[in-house]
């Protein structure tokens, strides 16, 4: 039995890495994929996770299934694509560590997944199957993603979903907004960014765009909606809503962060071993603090797998030490 299985996109991130000697961008090769990251923090924590995708048949896949075996992630998910390369994102920092991307994926081998690839004992045997919109972008990876999530949920899988909206991967907003949609039709724990939310309800007012996407989800058990340094909101199926301030750091690169975030709050729902409406309110804040150290933690270091911390770290943190 997995604690959590994620299904979705897995690719190079290039992440700057200063200049040549003759003045010129330097780019660092770090595994990325959103899914993945949310393992890797889970697997940091000592839980038991495994990854469902598809990546190139060529160096950087092979590259990327060795990150899998090192972060102890279980690989029997991972396929390989003959006829796709492996997706590629170019990530530019500003000033403040926020991220910018330019994706190589006309297509990438992620898009390319397949129901009839993809391990069905896996969306079988796991207590949470987690996954996100950028497998949703093109077929036959939308189709294969809601058939997971439909499997998963029909054999007990309690479904996250991280919506991540990456305009530059759409045909436009309505395409986006139709299928990140449809995500949110299945999934009972939630996380979004305010931007996200603002995308999604036309509003950035937190009660009103919270209490809008739980009104039109009925499957919805808790929205949580990262406000970056101003800590996290959340809302729960009854409404009752609340916000958990955050830690305050030094932050380099912003990358890992709501990955970070979102594996631990994972962790936390996994080792309580409970249904999510059945929390109380200083059970959900608590597991929302541990959370919140984590994704906190994630913006002191460079990319993202390699920044996600241990538990002894946020625990530290935590305590103020």
């Not at 199926?237 to 380099?252: H, M, N, Q, S, W």
Request: hydrophobic letters at 45%.
């Amino acid at each position: 039995m997995y604690d959590v299985v994620a299904l979705g996109e897995y690719l190079i991130d290039f992440l700057p890495a200063g200049r040549s000697e003759a003045g010129q961008p330097l780019f660092e090769r770090n595994p990325g994929g959103a899914p993945v990251n949310v393992l890797a923090a889970l697997a940091r924590m000592g839980k038991k996770t495994a990854f469902i995708g598809k990546v190139g048949q060529d160096p950087f896949g092979e590259y990327l299934r060795e990150v899998l075996v090192e972060q102890r992630i279980d690989v029997g998910g991972l396929v390989f694509a003959a006829h796709a390369h492996t997706t590629m994102a170019f990530v530019q920092l500003d000033d403040r560590g926020e991220r910018s991307f330019h994706f190589c994926r006309q297509p990438g081998a992620d898009q390319e997944l397949r129901w009839e690839e993809i391990d069905k004992g896996l969306l079988e045997k796991t207590g949470f199957f987690h996954f996100g919109s950028i497998s949703m972008t093109a077929e036959p990876s939308y189709s294969a993603t809601l058939q997971a999530v439909r499997h998963a949920k029909a054999h007990g899988a309690v479904i996250s979903y991280d919506p991540n909206l990456r305009p530059a991967l759409w045909n436009g907003e309505a395409h986006a907004r139709g299928a990140i949609e449809e995500g949110l039709r299945h999934a009972d724990l939630v996380k979004i960014s305010q931007e996200e939310l603002l995308f999604l309800t036309g509003t950035d007012d937190l009660e009103a765009g919270a209490k809008q996407l739980a009104e039109r989800f009925p499957a919805l058990k808790l929205l949580l909606v990262t406000l970056g340094a101003e800590g996290t909101f959340y809302c729960r199926a009854d409404a009752r809503t609340g916000l958990v301030p955050a830690f305050e750091v030094r932050t380099v690169d912003t990358t890992g962060a709501g990955d970070g975030f979102f594996g631990a709050f994972l962790y936390q729902a996994a080792e309580r071993g409970k249904a999510l409406d059945t929390w109380d309110k200083q059970e959900l804040e608590e597991a929302i603090v541990f959370a919140n150290a984590a994704g906190a933690l994630a913006t002191t270091r460079k990319g993202a797998i390699p920044a996600m911390p241990a538990k002894e770290e946020i625990t530290r943190l935590m305590n103020g030490m």
